[in-house]
């Protein structure tokens, strides 16, 4: 009680540094990447984009565009882990800041904990800077000490930057769902994700810059020097690493930069089209996440699914309609509109309690007429030679992680945002919208095959009773239980189930 009380009596951010607010590169065309994508450009009005579906694909494209970076590069995550492939990206990024490559990489402070030493030796080469968005004032010891020494400031730190987004020389871009981590790239022995991606050249990159900008000269936005006391031992802690690679400690992760290098050397296409970055203000989060004060990239998705005239795919790890959502499934069903979402499972999901909100309203959508997938913790390998767009998961469980909509087959929105309270009211997010008929083809073969592989298709049968059923023969059907979690979730389930704050989920 006395640790507590002294963290909350210091619970107080340090008074901004005032500095010069910076930009991204003003004039993209003066690098290769950006003379490419001018050249390449078959409309100055359009952007070209490619879905970076499979772990190893979307690794190497960070890679080759921190290799192909000349004068910038701008990093922005919700979350950063210590392992192998986020130090595999940051390595990349370093060698670009030897090169002369000015950096500036923001990172949610949210997880930062036992990572800021090695974000403060980032800061080391004078052409890296690193900030915290939306800092913890103390107690940052641990995740649980920070939030602890905070509960005076609640209603800040509530709200998370939730953007993904890697830009190199204001000219080419990855964002989407990925986060920096193995996890994400199916690099993890245990749990890897499904997730998606977008390659991204053109004007759509200058719109997510002028976002990072936004938050990058935000007030919210900490040098991570002005948070983290004393120096750690940079040098020591770059020979060990080092070291650890030579004894194949710390192995390379699996990855194929070919996508990349193949469209910049005239093997690979991207798709030109028209395309537009919808994004949160920083002033979502510094007013709380009140909607009166801010436009949000809720009323922007929801206007999009408005549009929809005969089908909708929602594809969102995290489902939580409310009844909003609701209200919306009924009026598109009404005007004869299919809907189809791919979730996670129980079995599945990395977050069990926020499954609660989604399991409020299955009932709902399923008497509307909403086809509700859920996804498998072990996702079915395909018969050689077939090989799944996703990659390979090998002996390890899976679960969504990817954000996409697909509307009448003709629209497609990729981005951070879940379908959920927390991602429409309370964290920063962004995405991209495409038109391409051919882009929501790919995505809707993708939804397909997994649905059809390795999820449950949820019914309801006439007394009102659950029905899990798999397109694969190998899996049975369940009824009236969650499929394939264990004892301790299904409790959560039942005992949090009606209490558990949907705002919070």
């Known amino acids: 009680m006395l640790l507590l009380a002294g963290l909350q009596g210091c619970a107080s951010l340090p008074d901004p540094v005032p500095h010069e607010p910076t930009q991204a590169l003003r004039e993209p065309q003066a690098t290769s990447l950006g003379r490419w994508a001018v050249q390449a450009a078959p409309n100055r009005q359009y952007s ?19 290799d192909r970076a000349e004068r910038t590069l701008d990093l922005q995550y919700y979350l950063v882990h210590n392992d192998a492939a986020a130090r595999a990206v940051l390595r990349r990024v370093h060698a670009a800041a030897m ?7 923001l990172v949610d402070d949210l997880n930062t904990a036992a990572k800021e030493a090695s974000l403060l030796c980032l800061t080391d080469h004078p052409n890296i800077q690193v900030r915290l968005y939306n800092p913890f004032p103390s107690g940052r010891f641990s995740t649980a000490t920070r939030v602890l ?65 936004s938050f990058w000269n935000s007030a919210l936005a900490y040098p991570v020097h002005r948070l983290v006391t004393g120096k750690p031992d940079c040098a020591g802690a770059v020979a060990t690493a080092a070291a650890e690679e030579d004894k194949g400690i710390d192995t390379a992760p699996r990855m194929d930069a070919s996508v990349v290098h193949g469209v910049l050397g005239g093997r690979e296409r991207l798709f030109w089209v028209p395309a537009t970055v919808i994004a949160d203000k920083p002033s979502k989060i510094a007013s709380e996440g009140n909607p009166g004060r801010s436009e949000t ?3 922007d998705i929801l206007g999009l699914l408005r549009t929809a005239r005969q089908e909708v795919l929602i594809i969102s ?17 009404q005007r004869g509109v299919r809907m189809r979402v791919l979730t996670n499972s129980l079995a599945a999901t990395d977050a069990p309690v926020v499954h609660i909100g989604y399991a409020r309203y299955r009932g709902d959508l399923l008497g509307l007429g ?31 992680h990817a954000k996409a909509l697909v509307i009448d087959r003709r629209t497609v929105l990729v981005g951070s945002m879940n379908m959920d309270p927390r991602s429409a009211r309370l964290n920063s997010e962004i995405g ?7 882009l929501a083809d790919e995505l809707a073969t993708l939804f397909d095959e997994v649905i059809q592989r390795s999820a449950y298709h949820v019914q309801r049968l006439g007394d009102g009773t659950l029905h899990w059923v798999s397109d694969n023969p190998d899996v049975p059907s369940v009824t009236g239980t969650e499929p394939e979690a264990g004892a301790g979730r299904q409790l959560l389930l039942l005992l949090l189930g009606p209490f558990a704050p949907e705002e919070m989920l």
Do not use: C, W
């Open 48 to 66: 070209g984009v490619r879905l970076l579906v499979a772990g190893d694909e979307a690794l190497g494209a960070l890679m080759a565009l921190a």
């Open 99 to 105: 090169r002369g490559v000015r950096v500036r990489f």
């Open 149 to 213: 020494a905070s509960l005076t400031d609640l209603p800040r730190i509530n709200h998370r930057m939730h953007n993904k987004m890697f830009v190199a020389d204001n000219a080419m871009a990855v964002t989407g769902g990925r986060n920096l981590g193995d996890a994400y790239f199916l690099n993890s022995p245990n749990t890897n994700f499904v997730d998606l991606d977008v390659l991204v050249a053109g004007p759509a990159v200058q719109e997510l810059s002028a976002s990072f900008d």
């Open 297 to 299: 990239i809720e009323d």
């Open 317 to 333: 790890p995290y489902f939580v309609p409310g009844r909003r959502g609701v209200a919306l499934a009924r009026e598109l069903r």
């Open 370 to 400: 909403v086809d509700l997938h859920e996804l498998r913790p072990r996702l079915a390998p395909h018969a050689a030679p077939q090989r799944s767009r996703l990659g390979s998961f090998g002996s390890s469980s899976a679960s969504l």
């Open 432 to 438: 991209l919208v495409m038109r391409s008929p051919a």
